[in-house]
């Protein structure tokens, strides 16, 4: 079979790596044993699972073994029901290891920048806003990763015209990256005295958190502003020159932080996202190549992307990607957005199968 040819130069490499590991001469180049250490613990999985389907056919043939040779019918039968077991087994255990083999996007284990804009709606979209960054914060409070604000443009009645986060754990780019696009909510406003519902939007767009290799920044391209904080922080608000504002010359992209007392925190949050926001127009080449070559749950660049809509009067929220409904909306916007994930997951996974087995 093609796929065990592959997989023995997999696990061949695999050992290799095992025993470069713990050659001195790597442990003493840190950062090449990082590396080295990382692309052997993303091979350990498939490794495994190789090894399970080695054992799986390696049983399939016993249990063959028995159904020609065997006198004893009883046997022979339990033989038959264990094969059928096996060979479901082993149907399965071939497909995840096709997906395993498939490369994954390398960003896909980065933290998470998060930028939650108001769209159509007014002061409505402003509090829908506002209830999103709540959903994601929840989120990730399950998920055991760290959120921190790095800026935010409160609404005049409640929530968030604009609010920029960070969310800091393993893999969080890889799993959030899908909320990434247009939610629309459907519901009656606070500020509406005739109870009618109406219609508004939010965009999300998650990126990858640019590491400082991914982008060179030049300190010549660089206009430093500061001025004071105008959003919670005590008693220094307003009274010290905190906030940042940075102004990538040749790009003209512009990025503020105010979240910190500190400047100096401030600007560290800043430069990281100034280098995200650079980093953002090429990622976004990378997700259009592969858009138009397979359909894709990820939205590339193109904010205008309708994909959710959170309908408050039937408590039901609809992915429009997968045409996937539930009606649990309470529980969605309390944090509980994991199946929805999956299953996005599950959709995207499969169109990147049927790519490969196209190709």
Same mark, same amino acid.
């Given at each position: 079979?093609?796929?065990?040819?592959?997989?023995?130069?997999?696990k061949?490499?695999?050992?290799?790596?095992?025993?470069?590991? #713990? $050659?001195?001469?790597?442990?003493?180049?840190m950062?090449?044993?990082?590396?080295l250490?990382?692309?052997?613990?993303?091979?350990?999985?498939?490794?495994?699972?190789? #090894?399970? %389907?080695?054992?799986?056919?390696?049983?399939?043939? *016993?249990?063959?073994?028995?159904?020609?040779?065997?006198?004893?019918?009883d %046997?022979?039968?339990?033989?038959?029901?264990?094969?059928?077991?096996?060979?479901?087994?082993?149907?399965?255990?071939e497909?995840?290891? !096709?997906l395993m083999?498939?490369?994954? $996007?390398?960003?896909?284990?980065?933290?998470?920048?998060?930028?939650?804009?108001?769209?159509?709606?007014?002061?409505e979209?402003?509090? %829908?806003t506002?209830?999103?960054?709540?959903m994601?914060?929840?989120?990730?409070?399950?998920?055991?990763?760290?959120?921190?604000?790095?800026?935010?443009?409160?609404?005049?009645?409640g929530?968030?015209k604009?609010i920029?986060?960070?969310?800091?754990?393993?893999?969080?780019?890889?799993?959030?990256? %899908?909320?990434?696009?247009v939610?629309?909510?459907?519901?009656?406003?606070?500020?509406?005295?005739?109870?009618?519902?109406?219609?508004?939007a939010?965009s999300?767009?998650?990126?990858?958190?640019?590491?400082?290799?991914?982008?060179?920044?030049? *300190?010549?391209?660089? !206009?430093? $502003?500061?001025?004071?904080?105008?959003g919670?922080?005590?008693?220094?608000?307003?009274?010290?020159?905190?906030?940042?504002?940075?102004?990538?010359?040749?790009?003209?992209?512009?990025?503020?932080?105010?979240d910190?007392?500190?400047?100096?925190?401030?600007l560290?949050?800043?430069?990281?996202?100034?280098r995200t !926001?650079?980093? *953002?127009?090429?990622? #976004?080449?990378?997700?259009? *190549?592969?858009?138009?070559?397979?359909?894709?749950?990820?939205?590339t660049g193109? !904010?205008?992307?309708?994909?959710?809509?959170?309908?408050?009067?039937?408590?039901r929220?609809?992915?429009?990607?997968?045409?996937?409904?539930m009606? #649990?909306?309470?529980?969605?916007?309390?944090?509980?957005?994991?199946?929805?994930?999956?299953?996005?997951q599950?959709?995207?996974?499969?169109?990147r199968?049927?790519?490969?087995?196209?190709?």
């Amino acid at each position: 079979m093609e796929i065990i040819s592959k997989l023995e130069v997999i696990k061949r490499r695999w050992e290799e790596m095992s025993e470069q590991l #713990n $050659d001195p001469a790597v442990m003493a180049d840190m950062k090449r044993y990082v590396k080295l250490n990382k692309d052997y613990k993303d091979l350990e999985p498939i490794v495994t699972a190789f #090894n399970e %389907f080695k054992t799986v056919i390696e049983h399939i043939d *016993e249990s063959k073994e028995i159904i020609k040779n065997e006198k004893d019918e009883d %046997f022979r039968a339990m033989a038959r029901e264990e094969l059928v077991s096996l060979e479901e087994r082993k149907e399965k255990l071939e497909e995840k290891i !096709r997906l395993m083999l498939i490369p994954k $996007d390398p960003q896909d284990d980065k933290n998470a920048v998060v930028e939650i804009r108001a769209g159509t709606g007014g002061d409505e979209a402003s509090i %829908f806003t506002g209830d999103l960054y709540r959903m994601y914060v929840k989120y990730c409070e399950t998920k055991g990763w760290k959120t921190e604000i790095v800026d935010m443009n409160e609404g005049t009645v409640g929530g968030f015209k604009e609010i920029v986060f960070n969310v800091i754990g393993n893999g969080a780019y890889g799993i959030l990256k %899908f909320e990434s696009g247009v939610h629309r909510v459907q519901r009656v406003p606070k500020t509406e005295t005739q109870g009618r519902v109406h219609t508004s939007a939010a965009s999300v767009v998650v990126l990858p958190e640019a590491e400082e290799f991914d982008i060179e920044l030049h *300190e010549k391209d660089i !206009r430093k $502003d500061t001025y004071c904080s105008s959003g919670p922080g005590g008693q220094s608000v307003n009274t010290t020159y905190s906030a940042i504002r940075l102004t990538h010359i040749p790009s003209g992209i512009v990025v503020t932080c105010q979240d910190e007392k500190s400047q100096i925190k401030n600007l560290a949050k800043a430069m990281k996202v100034l280098r995200t !926001r650079l980093f *953002e127009v090429e990622y #976004n080449k990378y997700l259009e *190549e592969i858009s138009s070559k397979r359909k894709t749950m990820v939205s590339t660049g193109d !904010r205008s992307a309708k994909i959710r809509t959170y309908n408050w009067p039937q408590g039901r929220v609809t992915d429009h990607r997968i045409n996937l409904t539930m009606y #649990n909306l309470n529980a969605i916007i309390d944090g509980d957005i994991d199946e929805m994930i999956e299953k996005l997951q599950v959709a995207e996974n499969a169109e990147r199968l049927k790519t490969e087995l196209d190709n």
